[in-house]
């Protein structure tokens, strides 16, 4: 063991600069069956099993710059990073997975790549070259990739190419992903196709042929894989791996077969078993620490706990987009990852708040949840059936936390139903409303694009000393994410907190406001950012938390 620490360390001192390594993953077959999933946990496993730096980049091909202006019911989340880029989910997957926060170089779409490629020729760049796709676009690509190696000192740097190979939309990109190979060496560059087995129930038996097609069109286009991962319902059987093997020259040891499994935290413990970090570092040339350190552990913990028996916790979302439940999804995973350190387990009741009309509807509805949670959002559909909610739960003494827009319809549910302030609204509600509770902030006022507008990414929160805020977070200073465009009227502070609304945090330097809370109330907070964004297995939000503790004594 020491001999292989060792190693590693004269690796690294008897080169001047350390080479960066490549993984680069691609799908055949078909999309969705967990590309992200395999890439984020061959990560974790590399970095928390054997202490190597990694660093993940997701291309999208879609000619979006980035997430922002995407609608959450036909895309999923938008995700948000510290540094204010608005991202696919999967880089918030990525963050959970490595415990590791990630920046705008970790995230590359069509259209942020050919919108620098057009800034470069609008300012002359090409020195009056017919820009094309082979060289300029590639070579961007490249330099984006390796960019990334150098900024994050990473041992390693994963590219998941969105997508399956032979889509248009990422067809330049695979070829970029060739000539790194041919640049680099072969031998720093390992190649990871994730293909998928049918198993059409009218045969009961698995098929290979839509893999090998799809793996010989990768081989097409001048690409060797060095491990092909098969996604499939059931596990492949050796007969199935020779076939894959055979027909795509990878030894029948780097075939792995990776089936449905419904834990994802287990998933880089399956990975181990079968050794592929082994086999990754292998193809490499990677030298590494075998013994795990203590994180990878506490994922091992982690993720036994969530296979054990724990007291059931019923927790009410509100919102919009509940038939898609990826528009929700880290608000899921920091449920699903925070219970087991309270040795509970988290199921959801969906509250459709758009059918919400009367009071009673809500009674109904919530008479069984030990918590109810009122998400982010955007505009007035559903808006009147959260309020209801909130007020519900603050009456019935129920758990709630707020979240974003969440905050901001509880400053009006308080505003109208303690303060007397009948007519208090959102101007995001009602533009004309009379009582502005909740306003656009000043400096969004003007502004005609959407795109990367909101208040975005980590800011500064101070938090009021000897509040519930401060027993929760056992500090003064907290760093948060942020992604909204209005806020509580700076107005209306004083008769909220003469009616006895406490707000904990807030901005250092502004007034805005960031967290409020109700003293008498077993636990009734929400928070202005988007606590689920920074939230990792290893960390899981104190105020989720503090939620659950108080939805389990319900
Ligand atoms: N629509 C609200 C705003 O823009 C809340 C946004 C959100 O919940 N992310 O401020």
Do not use: C, F, H, P
């Given at each position: 063991m020491r001999r292989k620490e060792n190693s590693l360390k004269a690796n690294k001192d008897s080169t001047t600069s350390k080479k960066t390594k490549y993984v680069v993953v691609v799908g055949s077959v078909i999309s969705g069956v967990g590309k992200g999933t395999f890439t984020a946990s061959l990560a974790n496993l590399l970095k928390l099993a054997h202490g190597l730096k990694v660093a993940p980049l997701k291309f999208d091909g879609y000619l979006n710059y980035d997430a922002g202006t995407l609608n959450p019911y036909r895309h999923g989340e938008v995700f948000v990073l510290d540094d204010g880029t608005e991202c696919d989910l999967d880089l918030g997957s990525y963050e959970r997975m490595i415990n590791q926060n990630l920046t705008h170089h970790n995230y590359l779409t069509a259209g942020k790549l050919f919108k620098?490629?057009?800034?470069?020729?609008?300012?002359?760049?090409?020195?009056?070259?017919?820009?094309?796709f082979i060289p300029h676009v590639t070579n961007e690509i490249k330099s984006y990739v390796k960019k990334l190696g150098e900024i994050s000192d990473a041992d390693v740097v994963l590219v998941e190419v969105g997508g399956t190979i032979g889509d248009l939309e990422n067809s330049y990109f695979i070829e970029a992903m060739r000539e790194l190979a041919y640049e680099e060496g072969k031998e720093n560059i390992c190649f990871i196709n994730v293909v998928y087995i049918l198993e059409p129930k009218s045969l009961g038996e698995q098929k290979t042929k839509a893999a090998q097609l799809g793996t010989r069109r990768l081989m097409g286009l001048g690409i060797q894989p060095d491990m092909i991962v098969c996604r499939s319902e059931h596990p492949i059987s050796k007969k199935i791996k020779e076939k894959v093997s055979v027909y795509s020259n990878v030894p029948v040891d780097r075939i792995i077969s990776l089936p449905d499994h419904d834990v994802i935290y287990e998933i880089p413990l399956i990975l181990a078993e079968k050794k592929v970090d082994e086999k990754v570092c292998d193809i490499l040339g990677l030298k590494f620490k075998e013994k795990p350190s203590n994180d990878f552990k506490r994922w091992e913990e982690l993720a036994?706990?969530?296979?054990?028996?724990?007291?059931?916790?019923?927790?009410?979302?509100?919102?919009?987009?509940?038939?898609?439940h990826d528009a929700y999804i880290s608000i899921l995973s920091t449920l699903e990852h925070t219970a087991p350190y309270l040795n509970a387990k988290v199921s959801i009741?969906?509250?459709e708040?758009?059918?919400?009309?009367?009071y009673t509807d809500v009674e109904e509805m919530l008479k069984d949840v030990n918590g109810v949670i009122v998400p982010g959002g955007f505009g007035s559909r559903g808006a009147e059936g959260k309020i209801m909610c909130i007020r519900y739960a603050r009456e019935n003494n129920i758990p709630f936390l707020g979240l974003c827009f969440g905050f901001q319809l509880a400053c009006i549910e308080y505003a109208r139903n303690v303060c007397g302030l009948k007519n208090a609204n959102s101007t995001e509600i009602d533009p004309n409303t009379k009582t502005p509770i909740v306003i656009i902030l000043p400096e969004k006022r003007n502004l005609k694009e959407m795109g990367g507008t909101l208040r975005l990414g980590g800011q500064d929160v101070e938090i009021k000393p000897g509040t519930k805020a401060h027993k929760i977070y056992g500090k003064t200073l907290i760093r948060e994410r942020f992604r909204h465009r209005y806020e509580l009227n700076p107005e209306y502070i004083e008769v909220l907190e003469k009616h006895g609304l406490v707000f904990s945090g807030k901005a250092p330097k502004r007034e805005i406001m960031q967290i409020l809370e109700l003293p008498n109330h077993p636990f009734f907070m929400a928070t202005q950012f988007h606590p689920e964004f920074t939230s990792k297995p290893l960390n899981p939000s104190p105020i989720f938390k503090a939620f659950l503790e108080a939805a389990l004594k319900v």
């Open positions: 620098t490629i057009i800034d470069k020729e609008r300012r002359g760049e090409y020195l009056g070259r017919d820009v094309q036994r706990k969530m296979r054990g028996v724990r007291k059931e916790v019923n927790i009410a979302i509100t919102g919009k987009y509940t038939d898609v009741k969906w509250i708040t758009s059918k919400i009309e009367k």
